[in-house]
């Protein structure tokens, strides 16, 4: 057993710690707590932040260097990811581009379609939003209906996609849109779709904290490009499976350093009001400590594992359940500790320091419910790791 | 990075589970359980004392593996749930191990050997699963108090009792122990309250004493934890060939959503224990000033995941799960008596919230 970073990685880790001393002048929490930020500003700051990462090298870091990375290994990205939310820093739009349709264009995507995409997405000159899910189509992804039809060597697309992050922002969307009604996986096709064009209608939702950060998309004969056809037709829902598979260990360590951030913040706010001498507060925050600790432990041996070229077992749906599910248990005691100041609003002049706990609060509904429920989470466990029998 | 055993501890630990399939199957351990009074295998014990199983956590001239080949050990002793004083035993061998004099050596080779049982004597409130201070005392060779819910006292040889004067070393008086066997919800875990008032010598000050108990406490809540994992790994895999196995409405009752869920949770619980454990003891071996803390919470996590893991499957095996023929209970037993002890859930979690604050300075 090893569980020790290289000094070369503890190097990474204290590169990335100096950048952001440097480059980060104040925490996503301030600013969306300034009055003088709008919906649009702040993603305009979330673009720079992009950009200034992207400069810095350490966006797509464990991409070829052809492609703007460097090559890196699970364990850097990890570290990287780790103090980015340890830092509390801005969340870069292109997240989903860079997370899923960078890995599509690099394994499967044409050299036309890499050159034209890759440089302005990690630039972030263009925001892409993810178009997979529809009304129908939640956790029964397969069942989509968003149809392709041909129209000369082009396509035309038809249907609805929902759910769409920085949709009202993005310029590009990646959807996958049936090209065979018959075909419950083979006729499912990837495409790349502008959305500045006749045919494409962008409907911001608003979600439960509020903001409209999702959306809906209807596509009503928009086109895509022949040459925006990624993988062979009928490939979509291969290539959307393997990519979803990819960077398994980016995340490895970014939701400890997330809710450790909190956790600190919450204890050194009860701490102050002398709420720490109560054997009851105590064992709540405790449990809250031990609950993180563990999904870090979880997070550096899934490290380990990918270093040593373990195939995969069932770490990303342990993952996927244990911090989603522990941030809601996370933000239940906060608030439960905090008092009524703990439901201040975002922005409120008398909120605590650090961590908007009412939005936190509301947002950990959504970790358990996006990229698989903890039910289809619980399914897969249950089918490929414990092969349990179906009916 | 590797979180897999290196070749050596990997090897020791495959030939710990061939060693206790064979030798300590649930059908004889039963049986030993219910019939012997002192509620193991004094065979088996005599047999894992040559291969050197106690001293593990003895430096390594004097046979020592380190904690990782300890929690590998302790592990495969889960999940045989193997009743018995080892773990106490193979703390009180390194306790010995730090004490002065030539009685605390010979005791301590010993217990290393097998050939004795050393255990520790530390509680004296029954209404409390850590031990608080003692009022045990010792002075002028005599030891004079009384000790509650000692591990297998009344069938030790031994015993390494806290007193306020330091730790003192009590050998069985020829007429016995003054021992009043505890009954208790696991009956292969044999208390016993002691009354001590005979002679024992003092083998460590209160200083060292209380540096040698710190350190045995966290290695006995890390060998707790490693205990607690192969328990759950166990109940997990007894529950599993079972909801495959059982029909009901004519399907196998594994396929039903509901239950296939309950697994999936149970895998979680017991996989998040491995990782917890096996960090724990790799630190306890190459990060000793991260250890107290990633000890108490692997100990913290462990003790309430092994509860509901071993809940879970009596549950899912139904009404059989709640016979004594069937074997659930054993585990939800054991997990029951080793999340109290060894730092209790509450104690442990506690522990790891003032050193996290601690650390984070």
């Known amino acids: ?391 | 990075m590797r979180f897999e055993l290196d070749e050596d501890r990997a090897l020791l630990k495959t030939s710990t589970r061939e060693l206790l399939e064979k030798e300590a199957a649930l059908a004889d351990t039963r049986a030993i359980m219910e019939e012997t009074p002192e509620g193991y295998s004094k065979a088996l014990y005599a047999q894992l004392g040559e291969l050197g199983y106690p001293a593990l956590l003895l430096p390594e001239d004097q046979g020592g593996m380190g904690a990782v080949a300890f929690a590998a050990v302790l592990e495969e002793m889960g999940r045989v749930a193997l009743p018995g004083p080892f773990l106490d035993l193979a703390v009180a061998a390194r306790v010995l191990a730090g004490c002065d004099g030539a009685e605390a050596e010979a005791w301590r080779q010993r217990a290393a050997a097998g050939e004795a049982l050393v255990v520790l004597a530390r509680n004296e409130d029954p209404g409390c699963a850590d031990p608080g201070e003692p009022a045990t005392r010792c002075s002028d060779g005599r030891v004079s108090g009384s000790k509650t819910f000692v591990p297998f006292g009344a069938h030790a040889d031994a015993l390494l009792v806290e007193t306020c004067d330091g730790l003192a070393l009590v050998e069985r008086p020829g007429a016995g122990w003054n021992a009043t066997p505890l009954e208790t919800l696991d009956h292969a875990q044999r208390f016993a309250e002691i009354e001590l008032d005979g002679p024992g010598v003092l083998v460590a000050d209160p200083a060292r004493a209380a540096e040698l108990l710190a350190e045995a406490g966290r290695l006995a809540a890390l060998g707790a934890s490693a205990l607690l994992l192969g328990l759950m790994e166990r109940a997990q895999e007894m529950t599993l060939a079972y909801t495959t196995e059982r029909q009901a409405f004519g399907v196998p009752i594994g396929s039903f959503q509901t239950l296939q869920h309950r697994c999936a949770d149970m895998m979680l619980q017991t996989e998040s224990t491995r990782s917890a454990v096996y960090r724990a003891a790799w630190a306890e071996e190459c990060r000793p000033e991260e250890a107290a803390y990633l000890v108490a919470v692997a100990k913290a996590w462990a003790g309430p995941a092994g509860r509901f893991v071993c809940g879970q499957a009596i549950q899912l095996f139904g009404g059989v799960g709640f016979t004594w023929e069937y074997d659930p209970h054993i585990y939800l037993k054991r997990v029951k008596t080793l999340e109290q002890f060894h730092g209790s859930t509450r104690t442990q979690t506690a522990a790891a919230l003032s050193l996290s604050i601690k650390q984070g300075d």
């Open chain 1, 1 to 391: 057993m090893d569980l020790q970073f290289t000094p070369e990685q503890e190097a990474f880790r204290a590169e990335i710690r100096a950048w952001l001393a440097e480059n980060l002048e104040r925490t996503w929490t301030e600013e969306t707590r300034d009055p003088a930020h709008d919906a649009d500003s702040l993603v305009e700051l979330r673009r720079a932040w992009q950009r200034k990462l992207h400069e810095a090298g350490y966006i797509g870091m464990g991409w070829p260097e052809e492609w703007g990375g460097r090559g890196a290994g699970e364990v850097e990205q990890a570290i990287l990811e780790a103090e980015l939310y340890a830092h509390d820093a801005p969340l870069i739009p292109n997240f989903l581009g860079i997370s899923l349709l960078g890995p599509a264009l690099i394994h499967h995507g044409t050299e036309e379609q890499r050159r034209r995409f890759i440089p302005k997405m990690l630039s972030c000159d263009e925001i892409w939003c993810q178009g997979f899910s529809e009304p129908g189509s939640g956790s029964d992804l397969a069942s989509l209906r968003m149809r392709a039809e041909r129209d000369g060597d082009d396509w035309r697309i038809y249907g609805q996609k929902v759910w769409t992050t920085f949709g009202p922002w993005a310029d590009w969307i990646f959807v996958l849109a049936r090209t065979d009604p018959d075909d419950r996986y083979g006729g499912i096709s990837f495409f790349l779709v502008p959305l500045d064009q006749p045919g494409v209608e962008m409907r911001p939702l608003k979600q439960i904290t509020g903001e409209s950060e999702f959306g809906e998309v209807f596509l009503d004969g928009a086109v895509a490009k022949s040459e925006h056809l990624v993988g062979a037709l009928g490939e979509g829902w291969k290539i959307a499976m393997t990519v979803l598979g990819y960077e398994r260990g980016a995340a490895a360590l970014r939701y400890p350093a997330e809710f450790g951030r909190q956790i600190e913040c919450l204890t050194s706010v009860v701490a102050e009001r002398g709420g720490l001498d109560s054997d009851d507060v105590r064992e709540k925050l405790g449990r809250l400590v031990v609950e993180n600790e563990v999904m870090q432990a979880n997070g550096l041996r899934t490290l380990a594992n990918l270093e040593a070229g373990l195939p995969p077992g069932p770490e990303s749906s342990i993952e996927k359940i244990f911090w989603s599910e522990f941030h809601q248990r996370l933000t239940d005691v906060a608030l439960d500790l905090l008092g009524p100041q703990g439901q201040l609003a975002t922005g409120a002049p008398q909120a605590l320091a650090g961590v908007d706990w009412a939005y936190q609060y509301l947002w950990s509904r959504a970790g358990t419910i996006y990229s698989g429920t903890s039910e289809i989470q619980r399914n897969i466990i249950a089918k490929r790791a414990l092969r349990m029998p179906t009916s």
